[in-house]
C-alpha cells in the first residue's frame, strides 16, 4: 500500500510544486529488465547514415512501453486530483454501526480522496459547469471502504439503466464531436425528475471555486449496522472546513482558458504549502421505520430529507496533507466503487446505488484489469487472505503453494462466521417485473424550495445561466424548458423566457 501519510507540516526546504528533486543520483541507467544501459541517445545503426537495427534492444524495449502508456480513461469523472490524508473519528457512533475505522472517538485512519469533474474527458477544464466527483477511499482494518460520491445532495436520474443516457448527452454529438446542447435538454426535459440536479447545477454551485470549497454528499442513502444487528438509514454529509466558494459563469468562463487545470493546481498548491484543506462528516440517521413512512421516498436519489426533519448530526473529520509522488500511479490508478465496503456499512435498496454497486466495480476491470486490487493505492492495510488466484499482472507469490479451493484440509482461509451478514435479517417480499417511478407533482416540490432559498442575485444568475445555455438549443427544445421549470415555479419559467427573448 501507498505508505499513509504522516502529520507533519512540509520541509520548507522541499522542492516546490513545480521542480523536480536537487541533489539526486539514481546511479546508472537500467532497462525495464534491469540491464545496464549504454547509450539513450543514439540508436544503434549500420554506419552513420545506415538504418536502425532490430537488434537495438533497448530502443525496441523503451519504444514499446512508451505505445503502451496510457490505460483507458475513465468514462466518467476522467479529470481530477487527489491526495492523501486522514479520517480522525471525533464523536461516539458506535450505536449505529459496528464498522471498526468508526468505532472510538479519536481513531484516524489512512484515506484517499480524488476529486474530479463527472462528464468531459481527461483533458477538459476543471471549471467546466458539472458536478464534481467526490471519492474517498479509506484503509480500514477490516478492508477498504470506498465513499464514491458527488459535491451534490442529488442526482440526476433514479434508475440505473438511464445512467448511460444522461452520461451520453453529456459528452460530444456522434456527428460533430462537439457538446451539443440539444442533446442535453432535449433529454434532460424529457428526464423533468433530472431538474433538481440542473437547478444545483446551473446555479453558482455548479463551477465551485476548486475542490477545497465545496461539499461532499453519498447522495445515495446507506445502511448501518451495529454488534446487535440494528440498523438505521444514513445519508453521509462532508462539510467543506474552508467555507463554502462558487465561481460566477464569467470567471468560471475566464479559468477555462486561462488556468484549465485551476483546481488541480490550487489543491496540490495548498497542500504543498501546509494549507492541509478539511472537511467533517455528518450523518442524517433515520430507523427503518422512519425511512419507510418519511414523506419523500429516501431510496431515490434525486430527492433530500430535510435537515429540520433529521438533522446532521457529527461524526468526525478528515485532512488531506499529503500530495502524491507520482500522478499516474496513485490518481489515475486509483479505483473506487461503491461495493468496496467493510462490515457495518451496507447498501440500500436505491436502485442507482445498486446499479453502480455493479458498473463501478467493472468498469475499474476494465480500465486496470483484475488485480487492479493489488496496486498500491487500491491494496489494503492488511494483506487479503483468498482464494484468488492468476489474471493479468498478477503480484507477488500470487497465493503460493497454497490451496486455491474452500473448503480443503490444508489450513487454507476459511470464512468467519462471526462476522454478520450485512443483509442478515432484512425482509423482502414482492412480485418480480419492471416497476417505472412515475413523473408527480411531488417531483417539483424539493426544486421549487431550492429555488425559493436562493438570495436574489443567485437566482438571478441561475436564470441568466440557464437562458444562456438554453438559447443555443432549437425553439421545440426552449418551449419545452420553460414548460418543465413552469412546474417548479412560475416565475422561475417566466423569468427563463424573458432571457430567451432577450436574445
Known amino acids: 500500500m501507498i505508505p499513509p501519510p504522516k502529520d507533519v507540516k512540509q520541509d520548507p526546504q522541499a522542492p516546490s510544486s513545480t521542480e523536480l528533486p536537487a541533489n539526486l543520483n539514481l546511479g546508472r541507467m537500467t532497462n525495464s529488465v534491469g540491464a545496464p544501459v549504454s547509450d539513450d541517445i543514439a540508436p544503434l545503426t549500420l554506419g552513420a547514415r545506415g538504418p536502425i537495427l532490430l537488434e537495438d534492444l533497448h530502443l525496441v ?15 466518467v469523472h476522467a479529470k481530477g486530483a487527489g491526495a492523501h490524508g486522514y479520517f480522525e473519528v471525533t464523536k461516539d457512533i458506535s450505536h449505529l454501526t459496528r464498522a471498526d475505522f468508526l468505532s472510538t472517538v479519536g481513531k ?65 454529438d456522434p456527428r460533430t464531436h462537439l457538446p451539443s446542447t440539444n442533446m442535453f435538454w432535449d433529454y434532460f426535459t424529457l428526464q423533468p425528475v433530472s431538474f433538481h440536479q440542473l437547478l444545483v447545477m446551473f446555479s453558482n454551485r455548479g463551477t465551485p471555486d476548486g475542490f477545497r470549497h465545496m461539499h461532499g454528499f453519498s447522495s445515495h442513502t446507506y445502511k448501518l449496522i451495529n454488534r446487535e444487528g440494528a440498523a438505521h438509514y444514513v445519508k453521509w454529509h462532508f462539510r467543506t472546513d474552508q467555507g463554502i466558494k462558487n465561481l460566477s459563469a464569467r470567471e468560471a468562463e475566464r479559468l477555462r482558458g486561462a488556468d ?28 427503518e421505520e422512519q425511512a419507510l413512512n418519511y414523506k419523500y421516498d429516501v431510496f431515490d436519489v434525486t ?34 466503487a461503491p461495493s468496496h465496503m467493510v462490515p457495518g456499512i451496507a447498501p440500500s435498496p436505491d436502485r442507482m446505488l445498486q446499479g453502480r454497486l455493479f458498473s463501478y466495480a467493472d468498469t475499474q ?22 482464494t484468488q488466484r492468476d489474471g493479468p499482472m498478477a503480484f507477488g507469490e500470487n497465493g503460493g503453494r497454497h490451496a486455491n479451493y474452500y473448503p480443503n484440509s490444508f489450513g487454507g482461509p476459511h ?23 412515475e413523473v408527480s407533482d411531488k417531483d417539483f416540490e424539493q426544486p421549487r424550495a431550492l429555488y425559493r432559498l436562493l438570495a436574489p442575485d443567485e ?45
Open 365 to 386: 476491470l476494465h480500465r486496470l484489469g483484475p488485480n487492479s486490487a493489488q496496486l498500491p493505492i487500491n491494496s489494503p492495510r492488511h494483506r487479503p487472505v483468498t
Open 108 to 172: 484516524r485512519t489512512p484515506m484517499f480522496a480524488r476529486f474530479s469533474t463527472v462528464a468531459r474527458e481527461s483533458g477538459s477544464a476543471d471549471t467546466e459547469r458539472n458536478p464534481r466527483g467526490f471519492a474517498l477511499k479509506f484503509y480500514t482494518e477490516e478492508g477498504n471502504f470506498d465513499m464514491v460520491g458527488n459535491n451534490t445532495p442529488v442526482f440526476f436520474v433514479r434508475d440505473p439503466a438511464a445512467f448511460k443516457d444522461m452520461i451520453a448527452v453529456q459528452k460530444r
Open 260 to 287: 484549465p487545470d485551476y483546481a488541480t493546481r490550487d489543491l496540490f498548491d495548498a497542500i504543498e504549502r501546509g494549507d492541509y484543506p478539511s472537511w467533517t462528516l455528518y450523518f442524517q440517521v433515520l430507523t
Open 61 to 75: 524495449d523503451k519504444l514499446s512501453h512508451f505505445d503502451r502508456e496510457r490505460i483507458p480513461e475513465r468514462v
Open 415 to 437: 470464512p468467519d462466521p462471526g462476522i454478520t451478514e450485512v443483509q442478515a435479517g432484512c425482509k423482502l417480499a414482492g412480485t418480480v417485473g419492471r416497476y417505472q417511478y
Open 303 to 336: 430527492k433530500v430529507i430535510s435537515k429540520q426533519d433529521y438533522p446532521l448530526q457529527e461524526v468526525g473529520r478528515f485532512v488531506l496533507n499529503r500530495n502524491p509522488e507520482n500522478y499516474f500511479a496513485e490518481v489515475e490508478q486509483a479505483a473506487f
Open 459 to 503: 437566482q438571478q444568475d441561475l436564470v441568466d445561466n440557464i437562458a444562456a445555455d438554453v438559447r443555443t438549443t432549437h425553439p421545440p427544445i426552449q418551449r419545452r424548458v420553460v414548460e418543465v421549470l413552469g412546474r417548479i415555479d412560475k416565475e422561475l419559467a417566466s423569468r427563463v423566457q424573458a432571457g430567451l427573448n432577450s436574445s
